[in-house]
């Protein structure tokens, strides 16, 4: 069954080197970005899976540089991991083209890769229980610690500034002024609240951190859990690894794994950070990261997770005003749903920010 009207997915899985019979491919997962498939090949009767994913080329505007970090880090990891129990599942594989390829191109120019399926192991939109929360944040803190001695040269930046909060600010600054989709009008309060807190976007640039290799995208939703132990089995979503700060994964786990809605719930009470998970956040990414992170880094723990929940959330606003321009929507403003739970969240991290900072002085 094919569910991509638009592309041809036997045809493209056919470019790769996967053997056996194609059988089918749906549509997988809940990214804003990609356009990803699960795919199914019958290898000699026994159903066997991939992961297709198409890059979105007008957000990621050099793919084949992009995917020589993707092939560089997972290589680096590979080779580190080699010889730990299961390692073939705590890795993205690539699975090369028929011509050796790790994407291949194909006519109207879009770019796709294959990685081998992880199996036995899933990611969740919304964090169910601490232990969940520790298991995440323990896999991205390792991630970030097997990634520290990458070999030069330095990744590719696939998205520049990704996160550097203050021109995020200053876009949102120039959607508001061009108003292009003459919504400003119904995000009111949520301009004024995004306006209230410039002062804090500057705050991580001003505090001298080290640059590291770092995920950038550390969603909970992109880390696998086993389903069987329920350990974090595998990072996944390497599109936005670059150079970075450490703070910048931490932030964004405090933003999706703290709060036991959805990022797009509507209800706002429902929206809250809860200080348990953040417990257990903090303890699993200092098992894995306590060990190089600098003291400045750990201070700003706290601090971080209300930064880049903001800062996603100007990111969502952004594109509300704008018209819809950036990430997927399914409903009609769907964007300006996402942008509330944000600040409902940064509302919520700042009443208890005194207790979060105390708990983690307690810990170091
Ligand atoms: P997007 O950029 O659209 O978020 P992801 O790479 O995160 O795309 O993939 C979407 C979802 O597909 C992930 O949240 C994860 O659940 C699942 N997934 C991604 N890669 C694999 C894989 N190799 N094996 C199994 N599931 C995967
Ligand atoms: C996008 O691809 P996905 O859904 O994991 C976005 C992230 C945002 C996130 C918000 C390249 O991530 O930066 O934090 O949505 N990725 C890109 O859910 O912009
Ligand atoms: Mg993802």
Known sequence: ???????????????????????????????????????????????????????????????????????????????????ERDFSRRVLTLVPTRGG??????????????????????????????????????AYGRFQKLLADLPAPRLHDTIPDFHHTPKRFAALETAITADAANRASLAKAEIEFALSHKPITGVLLDANLPERVTHNDTKFNNVM?????????????LDTLMPG?????FGDMVRTTTSPAKEDERDLSKVTMQFAMFEALVRGYLTAAGDFLTRPEKQHLAFCGKLITFEIGIRFLTDFLAGDTYFKVHREGHNLDRCRTQFKL???????????????????
């Open 1 to 83: 069954m094919e569910k991509s009207p638009k592309h041809d997915l036997r045809a493209i899985a056919r470019q790769f080197q996967i053997y056996g019979e194609y059988r089918s491919a749906e549509a997988y997962g809940s990214g804003h970005i990609n356009d990803t498939y699960a795919v199914v090949f019958d290898q000699a009767g026994a159903p066997a899976r991939y992961v297709l994913q198409r890059i979105n080329h007008n957000i990621f505007k050099n793919p084949v540089a992009l995917m020589e970090n993707v092939q560089r880090v997972t290589a680096h990891l590979a080779g580190k991991l080699s010889g």
């Open 101 to 138: 390829l790790c994407y291949h191109r194909d006519e109207p120019g879009s770019y796709w890769r294959v990685y081998l399926f992880i199996e036995k192991a899933r990611s969740y939109d919304a964090v169910e229980s601490p232990r969940q929360a520790f298991e995440a944040a323990q």
């Open 225 to 237: 859990l086993d389903d069987v132990t329920g350990e974090g089995v595998c990072v996944v979503d």
């Open 245 to 249: 700060l450490a703070l910048y994964d």
């Open 346 to 364: 940064v509302e919520s991290i700042e009443q208890q920010e005194d207790k979060m900072n105390q708990l983690v002085e307690g810990i170091q």
